[in-house]
Structure formats: structure tokens, C-alpha cells
């Protein structure tokens, strides 16, 4: 007889499937963000491409309802792997918490004749936290240990001001500071204060400071006082703002000590 055609048939297979969101965040709780996140299956029969938390330290992913691991890397943490069940239907939150590997940032401390000053201290601010530390420098060295980031480095001595910084990318690796953080020597110092004829301060004034071709000017605080760094010798200092009249001129004597005067 005639053979007759098989039917076709097809099938649908409904594969539960769950939306994860991914939270990343520092031992100390705060959010951290770029995280590189590579999701697998526990019985390693699928490995997803590495994804990249956002600078709000999330990412959601759909996947499919099963148990998986999630291996999260950043520069400057250890690398840290949590397992998780991906629930069909729900949101699955993960939290993953990097322990910070802290770095060992060292150096020298010069003052700009070349001499090793006698008691000095660094001190470092975090850009983005603004997280502080400090250490005491020991015959011209100094070493810090600091969290990732990045991190701004400068040096203090009673006496002397910083003539430079650092600027030092703290990635969990030592770090050796290529020229050494200079102090110069303060000269001579003009602190004084703005005032009206009245006798009331006069905030956000400018203050000038003339000698010879020189001329060096800085602004009232909220109380208007001023200050400014000068080299010893004699200043011309004036003082003016908008609405007010400018200050009669006034000769003052700036020494290697504190110098006081009003306007």
C-alpha cells in the first residue's frame, strides 16, 4: 500500500528563568562600583561573559532558574565568589561584599636645601571619600598604609609649608614614591583683619600686599580676617571690596615671625 507522511510535530518548552540583581559594596558598606562579575553554573555546564557593575554598583541579569556562583574582581580587593539560588519568577538580590588589600605607600622627605627636616609628618585624603591618614616621617622616610583609591600626598613641619604633592593610585601593591615630597621654609606671615569704619568685619575682602614689583593679594574669611605669606621686608597693604571704599595704603614690616595688622 501507499505509505502515508509522519506528522510534524513541535514542542514548547517553557524554561523558568530569574532576574538577578547584582549589588557590589566595600567592607565598610559603602558602594563600589566596576566591578568585574563573572557568573557560572555550580555544575560548571554554563559560564556567562565577564560583566561590569555600574558606577552605582549594580547590574541585573536574567537567567535561568538554577543554582550559580558569581566570581567578583577589582583592583586593589581580593577577589571574592558567592553562591546563589536563581529563583523562577523572582528577583534574586545578590550582595557581594570585597575586602579592600591595603597598600603600602612610602617615600622621602626633603626640605628644598636638600636637609632632612626634624620632625615632619605626611598626610593623605582620598579623592572620591575624602578618607584622611597621616604618618610621622623618621629620618626622611615616611610610610603609609591606605584602602584602594586614589589618593593625594603631601607633606607639614611646624615652620615650613609643602612645595609639592603626590598624587599615588593605591591598587593593593607597594608603592614607592619616585622624587621626594619637598617642605619650604616659611619667611614671614601678615595676618590681620578687615574692617569697616564702624568697626564690623568685612567678609570676602581683598587684601593686597606691594613690594617692589611684587604684588600678592588674598580674600577675607567670614570673620575678615586674612593671611598671607610674604618674605621678610617692608609691604604696602590695602584692602577693598565692591560698595566700600579702598583702605588708605599702610607700610608694615614683615620678619621671619608672625606680623599682625588691620585694615
Known amino acids: 500500500g501507499a505509505a502515508s507522511a509522519s506528522e510534524r510535530r513541535s514542542f514548547t ?3 523558568p528563568s530569574s532576574a538577578v540583581e547584582f549589588r557590589t559594596w566595600s567592607t565598610s558598606r ?7 562579575l563573572t557568573v557560572s553554573a555550580t555544575d560548571g555546564s554554563q559560564e556567562l561573559s565577564t560583566l561590569l557593575t555600574t558606577d552605582g554598583g549594580s547590574f541585573v541579569l536574567a537567567l535561568q532558574a538554577g543554582s550559580y556562583q558569581v566570581r567578583a574582581t577589582r583592583d586593589g580587593y581580593a ?3 558567592v553562591t546563589f539560588l536563581a529563583d523562577p519568577g523572582d528577583t534574586t538580590r545578590v550582595d557581594i561584599v570585597l575586602r579592600p588589600l591595603p597598600t603600602q605607600v612610602s617615600g622621602e622627605v626633603r626640605r628644598t636645601d636638600g636637609s632632612v627636616p626634624d620632625r615632619a609628618w605626611v598626610h593623605a585624603v582620598e579623592r572620591e571619600t575624602g578618607d584622611r591618614k597621616s604618618a610621622e616621617v623618621v629620618d626622611g622616610r615616611f ?5 584602594p583609591g586614589v589618593w593625594h600626598l603631601w607633606a607639614s613641619e611646624s615652620g615650613y609649608v609643602a612645595d609639592d604633592t603626590a598624587e599615588v593610585n ?3 601593591r607597594t608603592t614607592e614614591l619616585p622624587q621626594p615630597l619637598r617642605l619650604r621654609a616659611l619667611t614671614a606671615i601678615l595676618r590681620g583683619s578687615v574692617l569697616t569704619s564702624g568697626g564690623k568685619s568685612v567678609a ?3 587684601v593686597y600686599a606691594f613690594a617692589s614689583s611684587e604684588r600678592l593679594a588674598a580674600h577675607t574669611d567670614p570673620l575678615g580676617q586674612f593671611q598671607l605669606e610674604v618674605w621678610p621686608g617692608e609691604w604696602v597693604i590695602r584692602a577693598g571690596k565692591d560698595g566700600f571704599g579702598d583702605s588708605d595704603p599702610r607700610v608694615v614690616t614683615a620678619a621671619a615671625v608672625t606680623t599682625r595688622g588691620s585694615e
Request: charged share 20%; glycine share 4%.
Open 204 to 206: 570676602n575682602a581683598t
Open 79 to 81: 577577589d571574592t565568589t
Open 13 to 15: 518548552y517553557d524554561v
Open 170 to 172: 593605591a591598587t593593593g
Open 30 to 36: 559603602r558602594v563600589l562600583p566596576r566591578v568585574s
Open 143 to 147: 610610610t603609609l598604609r591606605v584602602s
